[in-house]
T-cell receptor, first 114, second 113 residues
Framework: KAGVTQTPRYLIKTRGQQVTLSCSPI?????VSWYQQTPGQGLQFLFE???????NKGNFPGRFSGRQFSNSRSEMNVSTLELGDSALYLC?????????????FGEGSRLTVL | QQQVKQSPQSLIVQKGGISIINCAYE??????FPWYQQFPGKGPALLIA?????SEKKEGRFTISFNKSAKQFSLHIMDSQPGDSATYFC????????????FGKGTKLTVNP
């Protein structure tokens, strides 16, 4: 069974640009959640999508957005990039959602903002 | 606002020793407490999890101890091995409508051979 696939794995952007990250969940999983991982703040929840609907959102500014397609694939977008957005962005898929805690993570997309 | 406090930040243990990582929470609505293990360059992977109606759960060398009254839970790794060297995250999920998973800041474990 294929795991969670995130693309791209690495990317470099400059301040003010925008970026789109993609996540393909495990087949059959309807929940996709996104996390930002930094050395100082650890893992922080961005948002969760379930069956194309945003089910919950963390405490991030509106520059961070996402969506989910009918095939459960998800994208997250960060607009007007700031230096502090440099981080590893992880997505996780789950059968029933983040509340169960049984998440399967991808290897992440490492974003560097210059 | 950090809702799950994890300690220590880093831990060095000799092979064969016991590794202990502690977490404390404030929100009594939390009802699911997983632990994740992350190796460098990889995403976190679920290691073991516990619900508050159980005081202890053991899977192989890994044991979660849960103290509901103290709002604390801990991970014990018995007979620690160099292959256990990784970053460990505790987490808690919120009961009810606001479904999210809140993570501790992680503990970097190094097991020396």
């Amino acid at each position: 069974k294929a795991g969670v696939t995130q693309t791209p794995r690495y990317l470099i952007k400059t301040r003010g640009q925008q970026v789109t990250l993609s996540c393909s969940p495990i087949s059959g999983h309807r929940s996709v959640s996104w996390y930002q991982q930094t050395p100082g703040q650890g893992l922080q929840f961005l948002f969760e999508y379930f069956s194309e609907t945003q089910r919950n959102k963390g405490n991030f500014p509106g520059r961070f957005s996402g969506r989910q397609f009918s095939n459960s694939r998800s994208e997250m977008n960060v607009s007007t990039l700031e230096l502090g957005d440099s981080a590893l962005y992880l997505c996780a898929s789950s059968l029933s959602g983040v509340r169960t805690g049984e998440l399967f993570f991808g290897e992440g997309s490492r974003l560097t903002v210059l | 606002q950090q809702q799950v406090k994890q300690s220590p930040q880093s831990l060095i243990v000799q092979k064969g020793g016991i590794s202990i990582i502690n977490c404390a929470y404030e929100n009594t609505a939390f009802d699911y407490f997983p632990w994740y293990q992350q190796f460098p360059g990889k995403g976190p992977a679920l290691l073991i999890a516990i619900r508050p109606d159980v005081s202890e759960k053991k899977e192989g060398r890994f044991t979660i101890s849960f103290n509901k009254s103290a709002k604390q839970f801990s991970l014990h790794i018995m007979d620690s091995q160099p292959g256990d060297s990784a970053t460990y995250f505790c987490a808690a999920s919120v009961q009810g409508g606001s479904e999210k998973l809140v993570f501790g800041k992680g503990t970097k474990l190094t097991v020396n051979p």
